[in-house]
């Protein structure tokens, strides 16, 4: 009987507090009874002269995660991480609170400590890019939604993952072109259709971002490219703005271009043929019996 055996222990310690073998077993048997509080308030006067019981913490920790007490789930694990800093159950089970309390600072730095140790642990992985992802670094939360898309996790990991993934590029993409990198904005908006080819905001960022590097091109008067450019464009979009703008910038390549001047080729003459050595006055300057007043 669990109940009267940790009465008479609880007695006990009320005449000697410092029995660490009474308060031992007595932490054994709030685990017993599923009295987790009890057990981690023990533990913690354990951790303090004697050696903790990682096994029966972790056993908590997953117990406070399951019913989302997650400060409580965050002291198991920590109080396990005081005595032995690299457990990596502890450290999962201590992202997973993080993750819960919507922590993402948090979640990260203990993801990467993690990673060190564990660098192809897929869940952490994800788990990473979504704190990347909160955090607002779409471009670190791609990354690593990149590696885990290249690893085939299961459809609703993947698309869960994919969503995130092709967001990320997206946001990213935009911040390029606000700050005029339409060279790497190029790149992230590829990367979004490339996961959603039919998702109208890809093919939009990279048409932006070729008309941006056309401006550039135009500039520098480096027509071919510019012109080149403006094909990609109009291969997306045969009209409306991004096809105006395009067509816009071909009728001002044209207009740029210098005109090609006629080419002067003067007459060729077989060579059993010789030109005259007096050719006949042109009659164009008013020689040759063609002339009025000659005549």
């Known amino acids: 009987d669990f109940e009267k055996v940790s009465a008479v222990m609880e007695h006990i310690l009320t005449i000697n507090p410092d029995d660490k073998e009474i308060m031992t077993e007595l932490s054994s048997v709030y685990v017993s009874l599923k009295e987790y509080d009890k057990f981690l308030d023990m533990e913690k006067k354990i951790s303090k002269t004697g050696q903790i019981d990682i096994n029966d913490l972790l056993e908590a920790g997953e117990f406070y995660i399951s019913g989302k007490n997650y400060d409580k789930g965050e002291e198991a694990f920590n109080l396990i991480l005081s005595e032995k800093k690299n457990n990596l159950k502890a450290l999962r089970g201590l992202s997973r609170c993080y993750e819960g ?3 993402y ?10 990673l060190k140790q564990s660098a192809s642990d897929m869940n952490i992985q994800i788990s990473t890019g979504k704190a990347y992802y909160n955090l607002k670094d779409y471009e670190s939360a791609a990354e690593y939604f990149t590696k885990v898309l290249k690893r085939k996790p299961d459809k609703s990991v993947r698309d869960e993952i994919s969503s995130m993934s092709f967001d990320s590029f997206i946001k990213t993409g935009e911040e390029c072109l606000k700050k005029k990198e339409y060279k790497d904005g190029e790149k992230y908006f590829s990367s979004a259709e490339n996961i959603f080819p039919d998702r109208k905001e890809a093919g939009e960022g990279l048409a932006k971002s070729y008309l941006g590097q056309i401006e550039v091109y135009m500039k520098n008067k480096d027509y071919t490219k510019a012109e080149d450019l403006c094909q990609k464009v109009l291969d997306r979009f045969s009209s409306g703005d ?3 703008k395009a067509n816009g910038y071909l009728t001002k390549i044209d ?8 080419v002067y080729n003067p007459p060729s003459y077989p060579p059993d043929n010789p030109p005259p ?19």
């Open 101 to 103: 309390k919507g922590d």
């Open 105 to 114: 600072k948090k979640l990260l730095d203990n993801n990467l400590i993690i």
């Open 242 to 244: 991004f096809a105006d």
């Open 255 to 262: 207009e740029a271009r210098p005109k090609e001047q006629p």
């Open 277 to 295: 050595d007096n050719p006949p006055p042109d009659i164009m300057d008013g020689g040759g019996t063609n002339n009025p007043d000659i005549m």
